[in-house]
């Protein structure tokens, strides 16, 4: 039944023209309170060693940590209470994971607000579900720390994947190995040029949007536009959703212009050999292997970032995701008969 409702709907929509040979078709989409019903909340100890204490739903929903109306969800650090040295963990803050997890797959991103200051360390990433990690891969499509201006994306995976020096993005390569043993993990990193995709500024501007496209045939690459660039593709501004006319939609094409980010896979780097269905993960800790380590180097100074962590909680008002939707669109073949 289902599966000759879909195969109707799939004659009847015209293909697009795309990089791959396969044809994407809306998914699901995020928005407001879905993220409470089909995200799980994180409480244990932050495996990057951040001065966090991750608090389970009901807790971040009774202290405002994590608040969703209709169209909005927003995740927080505790802004308002002194953190005891003596604290086995740490600030309150808020990490959420998908229930499903995605193989090929485009992501437009629609975000509002980004944690920022010092001593924090947000993320938005995805990870293999199932693991251990590094097997599987890890992609980092928003991360930074401190004051930082510019984001960072990168892969981190299993042993022999490295990245070509030269590539058509306008970002800059940190490092071009992605073997998260080689290091200390830094991974293959594309540093963005444009300072309104990250931190202060990034909110300052109204946030904008960011999209992810990970296929097979096209590696991972990663775009990134503040809500005020006239350059902002149509579809992306309004991203392809279900509709009155069916279960799914064409999805929007990736051919977006140069992106900032881009990862390629062949002879350095199989793609089939470091990369499986990831869970979505958002998340906010504070200093730990990165922040921590680069406090005095990205903008902050006085006492350490763990005292600073502790004793400074307005200083964390800004510390909050705010989340407008998440659209997610994954190949006809997957969606068609993946389900049925
Ligand atoms: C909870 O957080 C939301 C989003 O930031 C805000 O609009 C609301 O006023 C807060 N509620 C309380 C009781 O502080
Ligand atoms: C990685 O490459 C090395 C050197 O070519 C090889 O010996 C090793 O078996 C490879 N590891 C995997 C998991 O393929
Ligand atoms: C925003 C951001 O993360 N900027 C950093 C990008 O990564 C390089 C290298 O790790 C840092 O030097 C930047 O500060």
Known sequence: MRAGYTFCLATLL?????????????????????????????????PTHGRVNYVDQATALQHNLSYASDYKFVMRADSENVVSPSDPRGRKSVRIQSVEAYSDVIIILDLQHMPEGCGTWPAFWSVSAAGPW????????????NLDDENLSSLHTSENCTMPEVRAMSGDVTSTDCDAHHNKNQGCGVQFGNPLSYGALFNRYDGGYYALARTRYGGV????WNRWDSDVPWEIRHPPTRDLFG????????????????FEFGEGCSYADHFDAHNLVFDL??????????????GCSGTSCIDFVNGNPEAFKNAYWE?????????????????S
């Open 221 to 224: 690459r990663i775009w990134f």
């Open 14 to 46: 015209t293909p697009v023209i795309s990089t791959d040979p396969v044809d994407y078709f809306f998914k699901t989409s995020f928005m407001g309170r879905e993220f409470l019903q089909r995200w799980t909340w994180y409480i244990d100890d932050d």
């Open 134 to 145: 590094p097997k599987g891969g890890e992609i980092d499509i928003i991360e930074g720390v």
């Open 285 to 298: 800790t504070f200093c730990g292997d990165w922040a921590g380590g680069a406090y005095a180097t990205s």
């Open 247 to 262: 279960p799914t939609k064409l999805a929007p094409t990736p051919l977006w212009g140069q992106p900032q980010a881009v």
């Open 323 to 339: 989340i407008n939707a998440m659209h997610i669109y994954a190949p006809v073949a997957e969606d068609l008969f993946g389900e």
